[in-house]
């Protein structure tokens, strides 16, 4: 059970609202904001569980989870990834408050009054065993009145830590930090919409480069360093600040081929070595993107944009030096090992996994059980060891990514 404070003073929990938007502001991501916005909505009302839900054109999309009784920190991220979409309707607790626009209070989901219009979906219930109770169902409504998500916190308990039900004052206080935080959830947003706008302009060029590849891409990435920084024994926050940075670097990866021609880009047969020459040059071009980085985030972009080609063994690109004009030297200096950014090294093993497991012009989809095998022979020589290791510890993680954004 999470760990709430004692009742206290209204002013003090005002004050709380306040320190909490505060330290959502300093958040750049959207994935950040959501997990500490839940982290703490439940932490004020000593709640289990929670969900927060975004709206996305007609339906509300699951988008993260926290459940103390159910899950350890892996569970967690899979049931992130495979959980599904809800209509914005009285089908749900959540797409029932989305219509309305109006928080919604219940004691007891399963004794619910049959006359109300609206049903509680019992499909996380039956999947996980989990027994969903009292629900507290907040719209998170934007200055200009739109609905942009739900938050939904689940079984409150007492001081003494007993199953309660959700006070008026819990509702009051929630309220007031849903109204607080939807600009900073909205904010969110437009980065991440602003990422994604960027990953597409390298679509528009490449063909290869889908939405979904590089959602897919950033996602394994973003899980693969998680299991790496909670390894090197970094703080579940540090892990967390550290999984967000990746997962915009990664799905960046290969942003400079925007600078690459068509010609190169859609030739439908084998390139020539001048053309492959070329190609190789998308490295370079990504990383001149994020030639003065003012985030570390940045600085994550362009080690990642650079490097994402070079193998463990020092073979691969940019980093073999007579594969590149002079000046490119002093840009990309050969690497190997771990002198390689480990940013790169994991988007490394992300990238390739999925270009096996898809559909390339040159090749059909490889079943997930041949890519995996083609990651661990390249353990070593082209791939780090201890990120394909990370890798094949989060299997059940990567299968539900790949789920979650098919082509
Ligand atoms: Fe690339
Ligand atoms: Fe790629």
Known sequence: MIQGLPTSHPADTVLRVVSITNALRGLQ???AILDRLLYEARKLVRADAGTIFLVDGGDLVFSYVHNDSLFNADAVTRHVYLASRLP???TSLAGFVARKAAPLVIDDV??????????????FDCRTGYRTRAVASLPLVSSRGRVVGVMQLINPADDDGRPTRFSPADIVLLTLLADQATAIVESGLVTEEFILRMARMAELRDPAETGPHVRRVGNYAAEICHVLAIRQGLSVPEAKRRKDMMRVAAMLHDVGKVGI???ILRKPGPLTSDE??????HTLLGATLFANPVSEVDAWSRDVALYHHQHFNGAGYPGQADTLPGHARDVAPPLSGEDIPLPARITAVADVYDALVSQRVYKPPFAPTEAARIIAEGSGSQFD???VEAFFSIEDVIAAIRCRYPE
């Open 88 to 90: 914005v309707d009285g």
């Open 261 to 263: 021609s068509d010609r």
């Open 385 to 387: 060891p201890a990120v």
């Open 276 to 281: 492959y020459a070329v190609m190789k040059g």
């Open 110 to 123: 399963y004794a619910m009054d049959p006359a109300l219009p609206v049903h509680f979906n019992d499909s």
């Open 29 to 31: 991501s959207l994935g």
